[in-house]
């Protein structure tokens, strides 16, 4: 069974960083991109960017290129997110996803930002 | 960027309707190789995305067969043939042709 497990809630100051993990397990960690998705309290999904595991290559939506770090480890099958300069705008939950058409997705991370 | 415009934004429907969401493109999916990489997800409250339609209109696995997708170039539908309550939720479309990826807004099924 392919399972995308996250690591749990966070909490961080403004202008601190987080980093969020996603293990995968049931497939080839290498096999498919891992994607991450950002969903606002209350608002819709939006794509940040992807990492190819295998190769380490990244891609990034404009507005996150400066935000989010994309890694990942193939010794652990863990894909990690790390969410940098927190302002209140950051205060979301992150999905991992992955699969050949995207359709394994991690439970979510609940990310807050306060002081 | 491209922008998908999911309409309507709230649909009400009875248990045994049939509906559909519709999905425009500010740009066609069609990619050079001929593929067109949009997708269909569920959103149920509290849960992750799950998906429902790969490549416009390949059910995902597991889903059942009153969901059906069409379209082509910028303009695609999803349907569901028989609403059932564990349908509820938000349907989002999502194109991954062109970078940087992007969803529509959403649409929201409720119980009338």
New interface residues.
């Given amino acids: 069974e392919v399972q995308l497990q996250q690591s749990g809630p966070e909490v961080g100051r403004p202008g601190s960083s987080v980093k969020i993990s996603c293990k995968a397990s049931g497939y080839t960690f290498t096999d498919y991109v891992m994607n991450w998705v950002k969903q606002s309290p209350g608002q819709g999904l939006e794509w940040i960017g992807w990492i190819d595991p295998e190769y380490g290559s990244t891609d990034y939506a404009e507005k996150f290129k400066k935000k989010a770090t994309l890694t990942a480890d193939t010794s652990s099958n863990t894909a990690y997110i790390q969410l940098s300069s927190l302002t209140s705008e950051d205060t979301a939950t992150y999905f991992c996803a992955s699969g050949n058409w995207v359709d394994y997705w991690g439970q979510g991370v609940m990310v807050t930002v306060s002081s | 960027?491209v922008v998908l415009t999911q309409t309507p934004s709230t649909l009400s429907a009875t248990i045994g309707q049939s509906v559909s969401i519709s999905c425009r493109s500010s740009q066609s999916l069609l990619d050079s190789a001929g593929n067109t990489y949009l997708?269909w997800?569920l959103?149920r409250p509290g849960q992750?995305?799950?998906?429902l339609i790969?490549?416009v209109s390949?059910l995902?696995?597991g889903v059942p067969n009153r969901f059906s997708g069409s379209g082509s170039g910028t303009d695609f539908t999803l349907k569901i043939s028989g609403v059932e309550a564990e349908d509820l939720g938000?349907y989002?479309c999502?194109q991954?042709t062109h970078?940087?990826?992007?969803?529509?807004?959403?649409t929201k099924l409720e119980l009338k």
């Fill in positions: 960027d997708y997800y959103q992750s995305p799950q998906l790969y490549l390949n995902g696995s938000v989002y999502m991954a970078a940087p990826w992007t969803f529509g807004g959403g």
